[in-house]
């Protein structure tokens, strides 16, 4: 049962990484979207990232904190940095896909 758990919480934030990369590939193919749109796309994919990896945030934070308390604002913080963490990865592969959809598809 734990085990089975663990893999849904490991699965489902890659599963929507992989379904991410549609969009930029698609946003290549077309060539006449801005850059700004794939950024667009990469902060949207990863505030959804966000929200369904919020079951192994909250479990690292409970765990991290279980000796000592925290202040909330740290937890704040600390979650805005690993928002601005999966923004960056989807960021950089979200431009490579595009750059190379857009370079295969001339």
Do not use: Q
């Amino acid at each position: 049962m734990r085990g089975a758990k663990l893999l849904k919480l490991l699965v489902s934030p890659v599963g929507s990484f992989f379904l991410s990369l549609f969009g930029p590939a698609y946003f290549g193919f077309k060539h006449d979207l801005p850059y700004w749109v794939v950024g667009g796309w990469a902060f949207a994919c990863s505030i959804i990232f966000m929200w369904e990896s919020r079951t192994s945030l909250r479990y690292a934070a409970n765990l991290a904190n279980r000796d000592t308390p925290v202040a909330w604002w740290f937890n704040i913080f600390s979650t805005f940095m690993i928002f601005l963490s999966v923004l960056s990865g989807y960021e950089i592969a979200h431009f490579a896909v595009y750059f190379l959809v857009f370079w295969l598809s001339k």
